[in-house]
């Protein structure tokens, strides 16, 4: 399976003090046996899980995104007539929500679901959502 997390945040606030910049500290957690397909982005193990960390600076009056991308060869027992695919987001206490955007790029032969609008041609599903505290998303795939 084949992933592409965005995380895209926004600064409505202005260079005058004690506003500014808004530097952040992203961390994100991803199964230990996932592969990141960018160079740009390392990866440490932690709590039993790869993380990728990085900063997401936004400028006042901008936005900014940040994207990680990722597959997992593993993901998935081929074997079954069903799987579900999973996923955590966690929201950092003390910084407002965020939106974030998921592309999933799923197995030839199975069908989603628990999803609408997605590409079957391209086995493509785009989710995007407003995370304002910890959410679980789990897609539902069978046998096509």
């Known amino acids: 399976i084949s992933e592409k ?7 409505s606030g202005s260079y005058e003090w004690p506003d500014g910049e808004n530097k952040s500290l992203m961390r994100i957690f991803i199964p230990l046996s996932s592969q990141i397909d960018s160079s740009a ?22 936005s900014s995104n940040s994207t990680v991308d990722y597959h997992r060869d ?18 950092q206490s003390g910084i407002e929500s965020y939106k974030w955007n998921l ?8 069908k989603p679901q628990n ?25 539902h795939f069978i046998r096509d």
């Open 5 to 11: 997390l965005s995380i895209v945040r926004k600064h």
């Open 41 to 62: 982005q390392k990866t440490q193990s932690q709590f039993g899980k790869n993380s990728v960390v990085f900063w997401q600076n936004t400028l006042p009056g901008q």
């Open 74 to 91: 593993s993901a998935i027992n081929i074997t079954n007539d069903s799987f579900d695919y999973q996923i955590t987001i966690q929201k």
């Open 103 to 110: 592309y999933l790029v799923y197995p030839q032969g199975w």
């Open 115 to 139: 999803v609408e609008g997605y590409d079957a041609t391209n086995r493509k599903i785009y989710l995007s959502n407003q995370i304002s505290k910890d959410s679980v998303f789990r897609l």
